[in-house]
């Protein structure tokens, strides 16, 4: 099984940026996505970017592309969320995921992850 261990949120005011961090720990061997997702209280969660662990590409929900990047330091097993022009309604919990099934895409349209973090908050004051 594998531990993810996220940190970086905070509170920021609206055009502000913050980068969240994701340590992943013991059995990774098998994943085939990583990922983040956030959660709004009353809200569903939603995907937010998703990569391939191995050269593969990158996915954004639209509405942080351009805003959002994610990526990956295989040697420090660590999975980062560099997020700018922060809006309010990126407040939420945001969570670090991986998935050992189907695409990258996959994951992030139907949040179809197998394991995440305790999760991180991030809250945009407008």
């Known amino acids: 099984q594998v531990q993810l261990k996220e940190s970086g949120g905070g509170s920021v005011q609206a055009g502000g940026s913050l980068n969240l961090s994701c340590v992943a720990s013991?059995?990774?061997?098998?994943?085939?996505?990583a990922g983040w997702f956030r959660q709004a209280p009353g809200k569903e969660r939603e995907g937010v970017a998703s990569?391939?662990?191995?050269?593969?590409?990158?996915y954004y929900a639209d509405s942080v592309r351009g805003r959002f990047t994610i990526s990956r330091d295989a040697e420090k097993n660590t999975l980062y969320l560099q997020m700018n022009m922060l809006q309010a309604e990126d407040t939420a919990m945001y969570y670090c995921?991986?998935?050992?099934?189907?695409?990258?895409?996959?994951?992030?349209?139907?949040?179809?992850?197998?394991?995440w973090g305790q999760g991180t908050q991030v809250t945009v004051s407008s």
């Open positions: 995921a991986s998935s050992n099934l189907g695409s990258c895409r996959d994951a992030l349209e139907r949040n179809s992850w197998n394991s």
């Open positions: 990569t391939a662990p191995i050269g593969g590409s990158s």
């Open positions: 013991g059995r990774m061997f098998n994943i085939r996505c």
